[in-house]
């Protein structure tokens, strides 16, 4: 035991007598005693994870719901009134404390994911205490003494070992919330440097190009805005001390910027070395923050497209940054007092973990606002048993939100195969989505998941692409893919050669040519570079006619100021066009009426939406008022889906009955000359698996239909599972 925490044990006996003394109940009693600790912590150079008060716990039993008093990490401790461990009813209180410390160890283990007998059990009334722990069958506790010099210095040493937290939502959100100390300093100040970006009077900086691209591609839907939102904003805003009704899209952006940075922190933290990187305080943040950013440190986990596409990376060049430079380090030490040593955990607790992260930082009220409803664990898990997926299959979410049925593919897979290396547990496995910060969750969700099994020797892609499910990359007769691309500069037209494209070097070719577009290099210039550098000369003379107009265009765009992240983007895009066809195609697509798409971008996917044939043929029954999940299940079925195989979508259930998805209902793609049977359609009206989404059945419709939530969700919710002959 070392001697700093001896010499504390002594004044902490003496403070905890004082407290004892003077405190008339348990709730005085426990916060004396936590102040007294925390000084001790401190004093002794233990780090000091703030106690969540009363947390609550919730078991497998949804009914069963507990308030622990105080979990510091693996130390949970059950305070009692001052000295209610003698007298005549002691028993009594002594063994309801240890029943209480139990059921919380218990019901935490659940919750984070380690063994039940990592963690250290206390009972403690001020003047008396008593420790227990599991020992693998059953609980075991030492007899109760006085609370002395070597129970206090037990007590510290517990601390020590075991009171950092195991990375997990809750712990997140108390730490590095919105809300919380960090949170309530760095993002207002995020929101005033993007505000301050798109000022008349402001130059063309990389914050103003990426905030207006992504707004024009992802931002559209702050423009439904309900009364709880409105409340939201307001009382954020007061607590900030910012307007955020006034901009509620500049909000939206510097919240998802505050949510991606914290992602890509604790997805570094969770690889050894990295976090050594990042968490040492000799080095200046603004060094630390390149190496977070330029993907340096993922890199040399062995990743190579961690941050592909990233659109929230602005605020290491903006010049704000001396605003809020100390607060990014704060934000760093705050994180580095959780143990993120997933290998302590159950693969149930790690998968997805940012899912968790972002509904924890973003209120219900904001998420469904802007129509986002995740997908439960457990929903994932039943449409991978109903359309019987194994583990030797090939799997593609085309809306893969924070990746929740790859983390479930996933999970079977190394229950399968408990050796199996990275690469190995990811062949086969794709996801795309058109959000940039659910692309970055899930990406470091897969990196907490596989933190044990990256290899640099063997890096691997990340299968996650940000891409739009209905506008893919498309193969070509030429031998090559084409996609085009809606920009502030107008609609634009690329191609790139199938050989570029399916080589390993394709992700690590566009992002050298980024940065020699960005050194404002010629197209040829560029092509002379990249030639000797990745071998472009075996390449065929009309691969390289196409690669040449490819960073033509993409040096055109440079010059009038909207590179941006293209290069990035346009690797994704063409990554995702590439993807094979699939066995097993499942997912939660987004449920949003066509009225309620970005008018430029209805308009622009119209022609391949009556290409597939979603639409009613009846105009007076609102023949496009579909719902754009039938788009991207027909869209599914043509690009992604192998013949004979199988989807399993969960859907709004008004596309089974309503006039205007009569064209859905034919289960037909006419260009394609493929028919589609449906096994069955599940109805989960009266399960309600979707947070904060009231189902109910209207009489006389058909299974599953329902009514809208907020203008563009349906609140039913069947699976609709298809064959494909």
């Known amino acids: 035991m070392s001697s700093s925490i001896e010499l504390e044990a002594s004044g902490l006996v003496t403070a905890a007598a004082t407290a004892t003394a003077g405190s008339p109940n348990e709730e005085n009693l426990r916060h004396e005693l936590e102040n007294a600790l925390e000084s001790a912590c401190g004093r002794a150079g233990i780090v000091w994870t703030a106690y969540q008060l009363e947390r609550t716990l919730r078991g497998r039993d949804a009914a069963k719901t507990r308030f622990t008093d105080v979990a510091h990490g693996g130390v949970v401790i059950e305070y009692e009134p001052p000295r209610s461990f003698s007298g005549g009813t002691a028993l009594k209180v002594i063994a309801h404390a240890r029943d209480q410390a139990d059921e919380y160890a218990e019901m935490l283990a659940e919750e984070e994911g380690p063994p039940l007998d990592e963690y250290s059990l206390i009972v403690w009334d001020g003047a008396h205490i008593s420790f227990g722990r599991y020992d693998g069958a059953e609980f075991g506790w030492g007899p109760i003494g006085p609370f002395s010099e070597a129970s206090a210095a037990r007590l510290l040493q517990m601390l020590r070992n075991d009171g950092a937290p195991l990375v997990h939502p809750r712990v997140l959100s108390q730490l590095a919330g919105p809300d919380s100390d960090v949170g309530s300093r760095l993002l207002p100040k995020l929101y005033t440097a993007v505000r ?40 954020q805003g007061r607590a900030h001390g910012q307007n955020y009704e006034e901009d509620p899209a500049a909000y939206l952006y510097a919240l998802n910027t505050y949510i991606a940075v914290v992602a890509k922190m604790i997805a570094a933290m969770s690889l050894h070395e990295s976090s050594q990187d990042i968490t040492d305080g000799n080095v200046p943040i603004a060094s630390r923050i390149d190496l977070l950013e330029s993907g340096q440190l993922f890199a040399a986990a062995g990743i190579l497209n961690m941050l592909n596409g990233d ?293 622009f996917i119209k022609a391949r939406c009556l290409e597939l044939g979603v639409f009613s043929v009846d105009r007076w029954v609102g023949g496009i008022e579909s719902d754009v999940s039938t788009v991207i299940t027909y869209e599914a079925v043509d690009k992604y889906l192998a013949d004979s195989g199988r989807l399993a979508f969960f859907i709004t259930g008004t596309v089974f009955a309503n006039e205007s998805s009569q064209g859905f209902r034919r289960w037909r793609l006419d260009a394609a000359g493929v028919d589609m049977r449906v096994d069955f359609v599940e109805d989960f009206a009266a399960v309600a698996p979707f947070e904060g989404v009231s189902n109910h059945a209207t009489p006389g419709d058909y299974p599953g239909s329902g009514d809208e939530l907020s203008g563009c969700v349906s609140c039913l919710d069947p699976t609709a599972q298809l064959n494909k002959p």
């Open 196 to 235: 301050a970006s798109i000022k008349p009077t402001s130059t063309t900086t990389k914050t103003r190009l990426l905030y207006i691209e992504w707004r024009r591609l992802f931002g559209q839907v702050v423009g439904v805005q309900s009364d709880r939102l409105k409340n939201l904003l307001s009382t």
């Open 311 to 603: 659109f929230f990376a602005w605020y290491q060049d903006d010049q704000a940054w001396p605003t809020y430079s100390d607060d990014l380090s704060s934000l760093i030490d705050t994180l580095n007092v959780i143990n993120f040593d997933v290998s302590r955990k159950n693969a149930e607790s790690t998968r997805d973990l940012f899912k968790g992260l972002y509904m924890s930082f973003v209120p219900r009220a904001l998420r469904h606002a802007l129509g986002e409803y995740y997908t439960p664990d457990w929903l994932a898990e039943h449409a991978l048993d109903q359309v019987a997926w194994s583990p030797a299959e090939t799997l593609l979410d085309p809306t893969a939100g924070s990746g929740t049925f790859m983390l479930e593919a996933l999970k079977r897979r190394l229950a399968a195969n408990p050796l199996a290396s990275a690469r190995l547990l990811l062949e086969g496995l794709w996801g795309l989505d058109l959000n940039p910060l659910a692309v970055l969750a899930a990406r470091a969700s897969l990196v907490v998941f596989l933190s044990d099994r990256l290899d640099p020797a063997d890096p691997i892609r990340l299968p996650v692409f940000l891409a739009d499910a209905i506008n893919p990359a498309r193969a070509t007769e030429g031998g090559g893919y084409e996609h085009e691309l809606q920009t502030e500069m107008g609609l634009m037209k690329f191609r790139l050669p199938v050989d570029v494209v399916n080589d390993d070097e394709f992700f690590s070719l566009l992002g050298r040519a980024r940065d020699l577009i960005d050194a404002d290099y010629s197209s040829g210039r560029i092509m002379a570079a990249l030639s000797a550098e990745f071998d472009l000369h075996t390449l065929a003379e009309a691969s390289r006619v196409d690669l040449a107009e490819f960073f033509e265009t993409l040096s055109k765009l440079h010059l009038q100021g909207w590179n941006g992240v293209w290069c990035a983007v346009l690797a994704d895009r063409f990554a995702a066009g590439s993807i094979p066809r699939c066995n097993f195609v499942v997912g939660n697509p987004p449920w949003v009426k066509w009225s309620h798409l970005p008018p430029g971008y209805a308009g």
